[in-house]
Nanobody, 118 residues
Framework: VQLQASGGGLVQAGGSLRLSCAVSGRTFSNIGMGWFRQAPGKEREFVARIDWSGLIASDSVKGRFTISRDDAKNMVYLQMNNLKPEDTAVYYC??????????????WGKGTLVTVSS
């Protein structure tokens, strides 16, 4: 699977960004997809997931971030509103099983950097 995340950047606290992820290399419409992030010095963590059962978001982003997908375009999106400095991280998309990533260690892609200034 190939995963290409984009849309990151520098934004002030309270601002918004929309991340996009292009997925190729596997059947898309019948798999769960999620967003994960890794802040400097921390482990990668779950952010949000979308599959046939609905949407799930971590408590830290619930009410601020919304995940969506366009199966016709093999795309996944993350709308991030009311951003906080603690949201600063490299964001990755990946296929999911529940809230866990279902991707090989070498298949994460480069991610996209989100930096939120206070």
């Amino acid at each position: 699977v190939q995963l290409q995340a984009s849309g990151g950047g520098l934004v002030q606290a309270g601002g918004s960004l929309r991340l996009s992820c292009a997925v190729s290399g596997r059947t898309f419409s019948n798999i769960g997809m999620g967003w994960f992030r890794q802040a400097p010095g921390k482990e990668r963590e779950f952010v949000a997931r979308i599959d046939w059962s609905g949407l799930i978001a971590s408590d830290s982003v619930k009410g601020r971030f919304t995940i969506s997908r366009d199966d016709a375009k093999n795309m996944v999106y993350l709308q991030m509103n009311n951003l906080k400095p603690e949201d600063t991280a490299v964001y990755y998309c990946a296929p999911t099983l529940g809230t866990r990533p279902n991707v090989g260690m070498d298949d994460w892609g480069k991610g996209t950097l989100v930096t939120v200034s206070s």
